[in-house]
């Protein structure tokens, strides 16, 4: 077994993770050096219990970027106990291009206790499942992800990846040049208001894909990469953003004052959700229509209403079931404006449960299928809103 020397393991532990943010950066010159040393000396045996793998080509997504995904799953053992902490270093090589060295982080999840000493499963039953990728240009690329823990052991993958151009892919504006690499979420929103805008609150629909314990990488960036272009030219005078999960009816973020701060909040706590288990009252049929029937009458009817709330979420939470009239009518009196951007970025359908609401309070729906469906959508708000009500 051979493991990176002592000095360089501890100079990208304490460099990178000891402050880090926790979200996918792309390595800058101080730390370059140990990171391809890390990845040179990988083994192609894994001393980690963990496999790696990607999920098919890249495929273009909402910004006009070509996102590549892909997973990591952990058995745990004695060498890999919960809450250990991962690292993830991934090298790409464009054909005919300098390779982009970016990283990641990965906590292995606690879990819960029987006593002060056992689990409620042996540890050898236990299973971690985790998700990152980046975005690139349209082009050949070679990949090489390697997983590493603080003693120096690593888990690795070598892929190539093809992300080639379709018909008509002259005429798009894309993100990335040919050749170009970059994180998964490679903007945040910077937190700008505008004095004369109105009070804009943002609902955040945050559901995994069906069957997957944990939102995955590229669900995240969908909704924060999409977040960011809303605000960013949505001009408000504030901002207030609550997450939720509507099939297991619960809140998992709430800021009243959203700002820069904030947004790099709310990355991090839909990089923590779970839904692997729900609660008991979400299983009752159509509870889910009173917690959103709350959520909505609540925000729209606080001291100080929004002028405006936009619902925001990936399609299909509850596709095909409704809202019982009688339940909408309660929240007909709000002078707030819905809006619903509905994003459909892999697959198509019926109204979801979150239109059928929208639609019932005479709101507005848009359906957000690419960056120029985003951006008439935003235009479209901006020309349905009302004067501010509350100056």
Known sequence: MRLLPNTARLLIWVSLLAGAAGAQEVLDSKVLPEAIRILDSAQSKPLLPCSIQFSGDPRLDLTFRYRAEFSIDCLLRENLQPGARLAA???????????????????????????????YAPLSKLEASMSGGFAMGSGKYSVE??????????CRLLRRLNASEHSGAG???????????????????????AANGPRLTVLLNVHSRIGNAHLHAGDRAT?????????????????????????SQQEVFNQEKFDADGFIKL???????EFATIPYRALRKGSWTGFLVDL???????????????????????????????MARTIEISHTHFVYFELFPWVEGGPDGVEQLTRDLHGSVFAIRSPESLEQAITGTLALTAPPLHR
């Open 296 to 326: 909505a009458q609540r925000e729209s009817t606080l001291k100080e209403s929004p002028d405006d709330i936009v619902f925001f979420g990936v399609w299909g939470s509850h596709a095909g079931e409704k809202v019982p009239q009688e």
């Open 223 to 247: 909704l924060l990469q999409s977040l960011v272009t809303l605000l960013n030219q949505l001009p408000c005078k504030s901002v207030k953003l609550v997450a939720f999960d509507l099939d």
């Open 267 to 273: 990355e991090k706590a839909l990089e923590r959700m």
């Open 89 to 119: 270093f991934i090298r790409v090589t464009p054909e005919l291009g300098k390779p982009t060295i970016l990283f990641e982080y990965f906590d292995i999840p606690e879990v819960l206790q029987q006593g002060k000493a056992s689990l």
């Open 145 to 154: 992800v390697v997983l590493t823990d603080r003693q120096g052991h690593t």
């Open 171 to 193: 005429k798009m504006p894309f993100a990335l040049q040919r050749g170009a690499v970059g994180p998964l979420v490679d903007a945040r929103w910077n937190g700008s208001l």
